[in-house]
C-alpha cells in the first residue's frame, strides 16, 4: 500500500502565503509525476501543478507566477509554495502521485487526504 499524507493548509489574507507539503511512504517502487488538485465547493477538481521525475514543470494559468512547485526524490515528497493568495484559490487542497508498486510493478494514482486552504481577511 501507499500513503500520500498531506500538510500545511490553514487560513490565510489575501496577499498571503502558505507551503503545502505531502510525503509518500509505503511498497514504493518509483514515482513518476507527482502534482497537487484542488477543489472549490461546487466545483470539479481540477489541476493547480504538476512536477516529473526530472523536474519538469506544469501550471494552471491561473496560479502561474504565484506558486512554485518542487519535489524532493529521496524523501518523496512534493511541496507546494503559495504566494499572492487570492480569495479565489480557496479550496481543498489534495496531493496526487502516479507511483509503481513495488512486488507488482505496476503504476497507479494515489490521493492525499486534502487540505483545507481558505483566503479571507
Known amino acids: 500500500q501507499v500513503q500520500l499524507v498531506e500538510s500545511g493548509g490553514g487560513l490565510v489574507q489575501p496577499g498571503g502565503s502558505l507551503r503545502l507539503s505531502c510525503a509518500a511512504s509505503?511498497?514504493?517502487?518509483?514515482?513518476?509525476?507527482m502534482g497537487w488538485y484542488r477543489q472549490a465547493p461546487g466545483k470539479q477538481r481540477e489541476l493547480v501543478a504538476d512536477i516529473t521525475s526530472v523536474g519538469m514543470t506544469n501550471y494552471a494559468d491561473s496560479v502561474k507566477g504565484r506558486f512554485t512547485i518542487f519535489r524532493d526524490n529521496t524523501k518523496l515528497t512534493v511541496s507546494l509554495q503559495m504566494n499572492s493568495l487570492k480569495p479565489e484559490d480557496t479550496a481543498v487542497y489534495y496531493c496526487?502521485?502516479?507511483?509503481?508498486?513495488?512486488?507488482?510493478?505496476?503504476?497507479?494514482?494515489?490521493w492525499g487526504q486534502g487540505t483545507q486552504v481558505t483566503v479571507s481577511s
Open positions: 496526487n502521485a502516479d507511483v509503481r508498486s513495488r512486488g507488482t510493478m505496476r503504476s497507479r494514482d494515489y
Open positions: 509505503g511498497s514504493i517502487f518509483s514515482i513518476n509525476v
